[in-house]
């Protein structure tokens, strides 16, 4: 138990599907971000919210929509999305900006059929 | 650019001793990340480098030389659930962390 859960753990959609996944984190962290895990890639880093506001978005197409309701909650809403698409994103939390360490989520398996 | 390079894959044998390499380019440094993830599961963090110099815990020590660009993992006495892929990543001068690839180390009998 990290302190940061994922739902759901596994999901397959279509192309013309729209799907949400929900992260929530319990460590009282200010800092939320989204990461999409690619095998034998790097971890990308999608998007980063501070105290809900978006402070980072790192050339993320629009089919990936963010939403931040509050520091404990993040979701990424997902639509006509492409079959490269499929990863594993993980959802992770931190204390802010000077304290970059991450506590990440177990992951959402996305596969786009 | 930035760039972080680790091997792709290691194999190592049970009760031995493994060490996992980390070169980095980066804007800036602000301290280096080890993380342990295991297949499947969420990336754990298992140290942290900002000093020049070997940081120990447990059978894992982590080294840093700033100057270099360079870290490594030593994991000794390997036992079979090390079997993971181990993560490096910079923080940067925007203290955002810059992930490598990752080393997904197997442990042999």
């Known amino acids: 138990e990290t302190g940061v859960t994922q739902t759901p753990r596994h999901l397959v959609m279509g192309m013309t599907n729209k799907k949400s996944l929900k992260c929530e984190q319990h460590?009282?962290?200010?800092?939320m971000y989204w990461y999409k895990q690619s095998a034998k890639k790097p971890l990308e880093l999608m998007f980063v919210y501070n105290f809900k506001e978006q402070t980072e978005n790192n050339s993320v197409p629009s089919r990936f929509s963010p939403e931040c309701p509050n520091s404990s909650h993040l979701f990424l809403h997902l639509h006509t999305l492409q079959p490269e698409d499929s990863a594993l994103y993980l959802c992770?939390?931190?204390?802010?900006?000077?304290?970059?360490?991450?506590?990440f989520g177990q992951g959402t398996r996305l596969t786009v059929v | 650019g930035q760039n972080i390079d680790q091997p792709t894959e290691m194999t190592a044998t049970e009760g031995a001793i493994v060490q996992i390499n980390c070169t980095y380019q980066t804007s800036g440094f602000n301290g280096l990340f080890w993380y342990q993830q295991h297949a499947g599961e969420a990336p754990t963090f298992l140290s942290y480098?900002?000093l020049d110099g070997l940081e120990e815990k447990g059978r894992f020590s982590s080294f840093l030389s700033r100057s270099k660009g360079y870290s490594y993992l030593l994991l000794k006495e390997l036992q079979m659930k090390d079997s993971a892929s181990y993560l490096c990543a910079v923080v940067d001068s925007n203290y955002q962390l810059i992930w490598g690839a990752g080393t997904k180390l197997i442990i042999k009998p």
């Open positions: 460590l009282g962290h200010n800092a």
């Open positions: 480098n900002v």
């Open positions: 992770a939390s931190g204390r802010g900006r000077e304290t970059a360490e991450a506590f």
